[in-house]
């Protein structure tokens, strides 16, 4: 049997921020908190959760790996509106004018993509 993906974990010097806003943005909620770690998932208890982690150390370069959103049940004009308002910033990482996506950054600037097709733009293209 191939692997599973079960947690993902973040660092941060504002643990509470980072998971506190990621919570926001997919509607899940905290599950565990430990001194240095906050974990956090899907009301439904499914996989992956996300462990946002402690560190000493802010970030310094772009990430090489990020998470790719789509909106859901929203245009994607409006989950961009929502996310910005939730915190996250534009982030230029060198991707061209012509892209699809755009590019943001949480509140300690770790890069994440807000697809331009929403879910149900996907799901009616099946």
Known sequence: MPSQLAVIAID???PQVVADFWCAVLGWH??????DIISIGPHDSSWPSIDVIAVPEGKTVKNRLHFDLRADGVS????LQRLLALGARRTDVGQGRDVSWVVLS???G??????????????DEK
């Open 30 to 35: 905290v599950v565990d908190e430990d001194t």
């Open 76 to 79: 994607t004009s409006e989950e």
């Open 110 to 123: 770790n890069e994440f993509c807000l697809l331009s097709r929403s879910v149900q733009d996907v799901e």
């Open 106 to 108: 949480d509140p300690e």
């Open 12 to 14: 941060a010097i504002q």
